[in-house]
Every structure is written in structure tokens, then in C-alpha cells.
């Protein structure tokens, strides 16, 4: 009797798991699309404008200006985002990315390549908060009807994998596409995140605008000054890998690095990113754990930085780039769960837009514009003759030491 009545609570746990696993799945997929564009864009877009002939100063101001508009127009896209719909607004930024890139290839000009790159990028930099908030929204409406929760890390990780996958067939498809004709690749590419969002719109539960909820930014008026904290610490942690995206291949390069062992390490830091996506996000469950978690990525930050400022062997490079699952991932993960948590009812991807634009605005400051366009200048992959073997991460370091910013950056940089 106990055995007949027991069936039909464990057919409704397995149903429940396999909502679960469905939507976690697609939420995963979406993310995966998403950022599909970002392992061709991140090694190769800074390269293309060289190869189309723009200066140094030229190639600086396309690249940042993007970041200058995502500290101005994040909060208001985030603000739409809540009032008509999160998966609609962010259907509507991964089409004009794509949009974009598709101009991009007929554009003459600096002016109008310039036009073109602000709004593919500007619309491509939006995409990771949005995605975010709607995966914490279906998180929360999960909890709210009693299914089990779904792991923030296992979706996230798609992103990773992703960019991670595209970085490494990059040499090939540089192939297939060479010289300019690279922004076509990149148009192809960004079919697939306008396909996913608008699918994900059209076929996912909207949330509604709930205009008798009470209470601003975060669902405690006194939970303010901390969701301030948290972004202010998670740009600046993030804002302190700048210096390694930038100039950690040429610094590897000059002590004598093969091509193989940077790409390898490159591969590390996004391989231990995922592991902690996958494995690290069935430990937090409320605030206080992810306000833990974002303490000891700082932690493993500090720890990072210092040992490479000691310019050590390959090896501990190794090491070093395993710690990129603290200092990225966990910093990462901790900030954008704690200010779920945080955030009200209706402003779930304010928070996350306001945590974006804080990132963009560091980093600018960071930054401060410059770009070693020096370096992507003397790449022999994007000219008329095509590279002349480019296998994927190694290929960065044959074309004059440009490397790749790893996945791991794409919300502060966006990786």
C-alpha cells in the first residue's frame, strides 16, 4: 500500500526534474547562441579594421566608443527590459547586432564602418545582462511554484563553452574566410543569437510588469547600499584582468612561450571557468553565499595578480590560470546571483544593466582608450593573402602576438 501511494509523488519529482532540465537546457542553449559571435569577435574584429586600412587612433575610437554608450544607454535598455519584456528587448538587441555586421560588409568608409561597428557592438555589449536577468527571472519563477531551482552556473557555462569552441576553430574559419571577407563569418555568426532570442520571445512565459509592487532597485530600500558594493567590487575585480587580456600574450611571447603553450594557458583559465560554472552554483543558495563567493574570487584576484607581476615560468602560468575560476568565474557568478537576490520585482535587469554599465564605465577608465593596435597592425592573417596556417588559439600569437580576451570577460567587456 505504502509502495502504491509513493508512485505518484515520485512521478511528479521526475516530471518536476524534467522541467527542470528542459529549461535549464534552453536557457543554457540561448546562452551558448548568445555568445556564439564573441570567440570570432574578440581575437579578429580589432584586426579587421586594420586590415581595412584605419589607423591606430581610428581602430581606438571604434572600439570605445561602444564601451562610453553601454555606460549611458545600459540603464535605459535595462529600464525598457522590465516595463515590455526581458526576452523581447533582448530578441530586439541580438537582431540589430546582427543587423550590424551584416552593414558592416557593404559599409565604405570610416564613417560608416564606424556607424556599423557602434551599433553591432553597442547591441552585442547589452546582450549578457539581459541574458542574466531573464535566466534569474526564470530561477526565481521556478522557486515561486515550488520546482526545484535551476542551477545559475550550468546555464551560464554555455556562454563559456561557446566563445571557448569558436576561439579554437577561429583559425580555421579565418581560412575559409579570408583577408576582409572575415565580417561575413562574423554576419553568419550572429544569425544564430537573433534566431535563439527571438525563438526564446516568442515561446517564453512573459513577465509582466507588476505596477502594484512597492520598493525601488532592490526589494529592501535597506539593501541599497549593498547592491552598490557589490557592483563597485565586481567592476573593479573585473576591470583588474584588463592588463593580462591585453598584454598577457606579449608578455608570455618575450619569455619565450612556444604558441602552443599560450594558447594552452588561454584554454586553462576558460576550462576552470566552466568547471566552477558547472559544479560551483549547487552551493549557492542565498545571499549570503553568493556575497561568500564574490569575497573569494576578490581573494583569488589579489592572489592571481601578485604572483604574475613575479613573471613566473610556464608552469605556474598554468597554475595561475586555473585561479581564473576565482578571479573571473566566481567573482562572476557571486555578483550577478547576490544582486538577483537583491533586486525588486520589476527591476531585475535594471540591476543587472546598472552592474553592466558600472563594468563598462571602469574599464573605459581603466583602458582609458588605448588599444595595441600596433601588435594587430602587423597581422598577416587578414590580409588579401589569407593566413598562411592558422590553427585556432596559436594562431593569435603567429599573427604578432594579439591574443584573445577569454570568455570569462564577457560580462564587464561585452566577453
Not at 546562452?31 to 581575437?43: I, K, Q, R, T
Request: hydrophobic residues 55%; aromatic residues 10%.
Amino acid at each position: 500500500m505504502h509502495s502504491y501511494s509513493s508512485r505518484p509523488v515520485s512521478r511528479s519529482r521526475t516530471a518536476a526534474r524534467r522541467i527542470e532540465g528542459a529549461r535549464a537546457w534552453r536557457l543554457s542553449g540561448l546562452s551558448a547562441a548568445l555568445f556564439l559571435p564573441f570567440g570570432l569577435y574578440l581575437p579578429y574584429f580589432p584586426v579587421w579594421l586594420a586590415a581595412r586600412g584605419f589607423s591606430a587612433s581610428e581602430i581606438a575610437a571604434t572600439l570605445a566608443t561602444p564601451l562610453i554608450l553601454r555606460v549611458l544607454l545600459m540603464p535605459i535598455i535595462a529600464y525598457i527590459a522590465d516595463r515590455r519584456g526581458i526576452a523581447a528587448t533582448l530578441a530586439f538587441c541580438a537582431c540589430f547586432m546582427a543587423i550590424g555586421f551584416f552593414s558592416l560588409g557593404f559599409a565604405h568608409g570610416f564613417a560608416l564602418v564606424f556607424l556599423g561597428s557602434v551599433l553591432a557592438i553597442s547591441a552585442q555589449g547589452s546582450m549578457p545582462a539581459l541574458a542574466d536577468a531573464l535566466s534569474l527571472a526564470e530561477i526565481r519563477r521556478f522557486e515561486k511554484i515550488g520546482l526545484r531551482r535551476i542551477q545559475f552556473g550550468r546555464i551560464r557555462v554555455g556562454a563559456s563553452l561557446s566563445v571557448l569552441s569558436m576561439m579554437l576553430l577561429s583559425g580555421l574559419i579565418v581560412g575559409a574566410f579570408p583577408g576582409e571577407r572575415i565580417i561575413y563569418a562574423l554576419t553568419l555568426l550572429s544569425i544564430f543569437p537573433a534566431i535563439a532570442a527571438v525563438a526564446t520571445a516568442l515561446t517564453m512565459r512573459r513577465l509582466r510588469f507588476d505596477h502594484s509592487a512597492r520598493g525601488g532597485l532592490t526589494e529592501d530600500r535597506h539593501a541599497l547600499p549593498l547592491a552598490i558594493l557589490v557592483i563597485m567590487a565586481a567592476a573593479l575585480v573585473q576591470a583588474s584582468h584588463a592588463e593580462i587580456y591585453a598584454f598577457g600574450t606579449l608578455q608570455w611571447k618575450s619569455n619565450g612561450f612556444t604558441s602552443g603553450a599560450i594558447g594552452l594557458a588561454w584554454a586553462i583559465g576558460v576550462m576552470s571557468e566552466s568547471v566552477l560554472f558547472i559544479f560551483g552554483g549547487r552551493y549557492i543558495r542565498g545571499i549570503r553565499q553568493a556575497l561568500s563567493l564574490l569575497t573569494l574570487g576578490a581573494a583569488g584576484a589579489v592572489v592571481r595578480w601578485v604572483a604574475m607581476s613575479l613573471n613566473p615560468g610556464a608552469t605556474i602560468v598554468f597554475l595561475l590560470q586555473v585561479m581564473h575560476s576565482l578571479s573571473f568565474a566566481a567573482t562572476y557568478m557571486g555578483a550577478v546571483l547576490a544582486l538577483g537576490a537583491l533586486a525588486g520585482r520589476n527591476h531585475r535587469a535594471r540591476m543587472q544593466g546598472w552592474a553592466s554599465a558600472a563594468m563598462a564605465l571602469v574599464h573605459g577608465a581603466r583602458d582609458n582608450g588605448q588599444w595595441p593596435a600596433d601588435v594587430s597592425l602587423r597581422c598577416p592573417c587578414l590580409s588579401r593573402d589569407g593566413c598562411s596556417g592558422g590553427r585556432g588559439v596559436g594562431t593569435y600569437v603567429d599573427c604578432g602576438g594579439f591574443a584573445p580576451a577569454p570568455p570569462g570577460d564577457g560580462i564587464a567587456a561585452s566577453i
